[in-house]
């Protein structure tokens, strides 16, 4: 623990952190504590790894046609440009 008391003052000060010897014993140990799941972690028998597999199948990935631009922009109710036109929604309204 002794140690790690060092640790966490250092990284204190590299932070610029102003704690006292209290929170340092405290980070100190919950420091410790962590360690400790990991070592455990590090134990843990992994076994043989299995493949994922997707409950839908997926599609294989490919180029394809689009959809016609000028024939979707027919459909919009105000274009400019060749873009959409939409109501302003930022910057509007009384900050509420």
Same mark, same amino acid.
């Given at each position: 623990?002794?140690?790690? *008391?060092? =640790?966490? %003052?250092? #990284?204190? %000060?590299?932070?610029? #952190? ?6 340092? !014993?405290?980070? @100190? !140990?919950? #420091? ?6 990991? =070592?455990?972690?590090? =134990? ?7 493949? @994922?597999? *997707? @409950?839908?199948?997926?599609?294989? &990935?490919?180029?394809?046609?689009? #959809?016609?631009? &000028? ?6 109710? =105000?274009?400019? &440009? ?10 509007? !309204? &009384?900050?509420?």
């Amino acid at each position: 623990m002794e140690e790690t *008391s060092k =640790q966490v %003052h250092e #990284l204190a %000060h590299l932070a610029r #952190l102003s704690l006292t010897p209290e929170e340092e !014993g405290e980070l @100190a !140990g919950r #420091l410790e504590q962590m360690v400790g799941y990991f =070592q455990a972690l590090s =134990q843990v028998e992994d076994g043989e790894a299995v493949e @994922a597999t *997707s @409950a839908v199948p997926l599609r294989p &990935d490919g180029v394809a046609p689009s #959809l016609d631009r &000028d024939k979707l922009l027919e459909n919009a109710p =105000q274009v400019r &440009d060749g873009y959409v036109v939409t109501p302003r929604s930022v910057g509007e !309204g &009384d900050g509420a």
